[in-house]
C-alpha cells in the first residue's frame, strides 16, 4: 500500500515583512516532509499566506495601498522566501484565491446545515494584533487602563451582531479525542495545557465581523465577513480539493498528519480547528505539533527594539544550510530557544566545517592525490572498518526514522553527530596518512570505508542541509537515483573516479561577523 504523508505549515499573516519565526517552521516542516520522501512516501506539503482580516487591513491602510495589491507584494516576499531557503513546499495557498473562497464558503454551508452556526451579537474583547476574542478574566488591566491579552497584545471592546459557532457544544467530544489519541497534542507539556483549556469549559465561538470588509464574504448575508481563523484553518482542506471530498487529492491525503504550528497558535488548531471539523462531518487531522518561541539575544524579536532576526541576515551570514541546520540543532524542538550569533558560528564551525566537512574533504583529498581519484577493490573489511559502516546505516537511519516521526530534529542531529564522531577517531586511530608509506593496500580500505561511511551520513542528512549534502553526493560520485533511503547500505562502486573535492562549509570568520 502506498504510505502518503500530508504536513503543513501555519499560513502566514501578510502584515510585514517575513521573520525568523516564519523561516524555523518552514524549515523543521520541510525536514519532515524530504524525510519522507526519502522514506518512500507520497507527500504533500503546503504553506501559505494569510491575507484576510483587520491587522493585514490595517497595514494595507498604513502604507496607504489596496488591501489586495498590498497582500499580492507581501505574499510574494514569502513565497520567494521559501525558494531561498530550499522549502520544498507542493502548493502555496493564498488565502485571497478563489479555490481559498469557495473552500471556506463551502464549509461555512456545511455548518449551517448541520445547525452548528446561529446570528447573534458580540460583545467583548478582541486584540487586532492576535485576529482573537478573549474573556475578560484572560485580560490584565495595564497602567494607562488598557486591557492586554496573555500575548502582550491590546484589546479592544467590539459590539456587532455576529454569528457564531457552538463550540460550547464540543467540549466532551474534544476531551475524548485528546484522551483517544494521545499523540494529538504535541509535545505533551501543550497538550495538558489545552486539556485543562477546554476542562475550563468552552463559550460559543464569534465567526463573523460586519464592521469592515476584508474577508470571505458569509454565503446567505454578504453584510458578513467571516472571522479570519474560520477563514484561515480551511486553508488545510483548500490545499486538497476541498469542497471536493470525493477528489483523489482529498482521500489521499485527509486526514491531515501533521499540523505544525508555533505555540502562540496551538489553541486556534488543537481546539476550534477540529471542532469545526467534527461539527462539519470531517475526520480531525492527526497531530498538531507546537513548537517554542525564538527570542533575539535574550529579547522578544520586535520591531522597536530593533532585534528582529531577517531571513536574509541568516542567509548571508550562515548560508541557507548553515541557518537551516543551527535552528533545528541548537534547541530543542518545542522549547523556545535564544538566537546568539555567537552560538551560531560556534557550532557551525565547529560541527559543520571542523566534524563533516573536515572529515569529507581530507578523505577525498588523499583518494585524489594518491590513489588518482580512483576508489579502490576491496578484499576484506575489518571488524573496525565493519562496525563504523553499520554504525552509519541502517541503524543509524532507524533511530533518526523514530526521532523525526517525533519531531525530535535535536536529537536525530546529536546522533547523527555522535557518528561523524565516531568516523573521526577511526579515521585518527587508523592513520592512512602514515599507512600511504606502510601499506597503500590497507591505506585503501580505510579511504574507501570512510567515504562510503560519509555517504551513508550524506544521505541521511540531505534532508536538513539539501544543498550541500547534494553537493558531498556529487563528490562521491554517488549516482542521483540512488540518494534515497533505500540505498543506505549500498557500498560504493570501486573503480569509480572522484575530482579534486571543495570544501563544503567554509569557516565562518568571527571578526567579519563582529564588523557587519
Ligand atoms: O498566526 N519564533 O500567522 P503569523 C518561532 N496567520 N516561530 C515564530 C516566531 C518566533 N519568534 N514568530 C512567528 C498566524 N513564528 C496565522 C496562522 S494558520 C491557519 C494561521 C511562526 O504570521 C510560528 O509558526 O502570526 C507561528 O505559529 C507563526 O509563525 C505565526 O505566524
Known sequence: MKKNFYITTPIYYVNGEPHIGATYTDVACDVMARFKRLDGYDVKFVTGTDEHGLKVKQAAEKKGIDAQSFTDIVSKNFMNLSEKMNISNDD???????????????LWNKLLENGEIYLDSYSGWYAVRDEAYYSEDELEKSEDGKMIAPSGAECEWVEEESYFFKLSKWQDKLLELYESHPEFIAPNSRRNEVISFVKGGLNDLSISRTTFDWGVAVPENDKHIMYVWIDALTN?????????????????????????????????????????LMAADIEPPKRIFAHGWWTSEGQKMSKSLGNVISPDVLIDKYGVDGSRYFMLREVPFGNDGDFSHQQAISRINGELSNGLGNLAQRTLSMIFKNLDGIYPEIDELTVEDKKLLNSA??????????????????????????????????IDEQAPWNLK????????????????????????????????????????????????FEFIENMIKSGVKIEKPIGIFPRIEPDKEKAA
Open 393 to 426: 546505516g541502517e541503524d543509524l537511519l532507524n533511530f533518526v526514522r523514530k526521532e523525526i516521526e517525533q519531531q525530535r530534529f535535536h536529537k536525530a542531529l546529536e546522533q547523527i553527530w555522535k557518528i561523524i564522531g565516531e568516523a573521526n577517531a577511526y
Open 236 to 276: 488545510y482542506l483548500t490545499a486538497i480539493g476541498y469542497p471536493d471530498t470525493k477528489c483523489d487529492e482529498f482521500k489521499k491525503y485527509w486526514p491531515a498528519d501533521l499540523h505544525m504550528v508555533g505555540k502562540d497558535i496551538l489553541r486556534f488548531h488543537a481546539v476550534y480547528w477540529p471542532a469545526f
Open 92 to 106: 502555496f495557498i493564498r488565502t485571497t484565491q478563489t479555490r481559498h473562497k469557495k473552500a471556506a464558503q463551502a
Open 437 to 484: 608509506k606502510t601499506d597503500t593496500v590497507r591505506m585503501g580500505v580505510v579511504l574507501y570505508v570512510i567515504s562510503d561511511t560519509v555517504r551513508r551520513l550524506a544521505i541521511i542528512l540531505s534532508p536538513f542541509m539539501p544543498d550541500s549534502m547534494n553537493k558531498m553526493l556529487n563528490q562521491l560520485k554517488v549516482p542521483e537515483n540512488e540518494r534515497s
